[in-house]
């Protein structure tokens, strides 16, 4: 058997397979983005203003685990343009829509210690999965 014969049939099937994963990330950065609808595969980034320095902090209350997958936890970056200690950056989460059906992601903006105080901001967005 030729090498050709064996690897087309490979090459096409790995074809397919790519073919059906969607590949784009999709930025998030506003409520009015939502209701959300995405493709199995597809990925969400999350990205929301903050400030550690101030205490308050993005907690994820609803992670939607009903369809999507967190892929790994909360990154942190600074303005380098400002070069002040303690001046606001941004939260980035990241999501990969895993099964279909209907969630919901919600993160609320709040001092870790002070579970009881009401938050100062809520992030909210139900998500369908196709």
Not at 2 to 26: D, G, Y
Request: neutral net charge; aromatic residues 6%.
């Amino acid at each position: 058997m030729s090498v050709v014969r064996l690897i087309l049939p490979a090459s096409l099937t790995l074809l397919t397979a790519c073919a059906q994963q969607p590949r784009h990330n999709i930025e998030l950065e506003n409520p009015s983005q939502c209701p959300m609808s995405l493709s199995v595969g597809q990925t969400i980034t999350l990205q929301l203003p903050t400030n550690p320095s101030t205490g308050y902090r993005w907690l994820l209350q609803n992670p939607g685990a009903s369809v999507l997958r967190s892929l790994g936890p909360e990154v942190y970056s600074s303005s380098q343009e400002t070069g002040v200690i303690g001046a606001a950056g941004q939260s980035t989460w990241r999501f990969q829509a895993r099964t279909p059906g209907a969630g919901h992601l919600m993160l609320v903006l709040q001092q870790p210690w002070a579970p009881e105080v009401p938050p100062a901001q809520t992030f909210s967005c139900d998500i369908t999965v196709k």
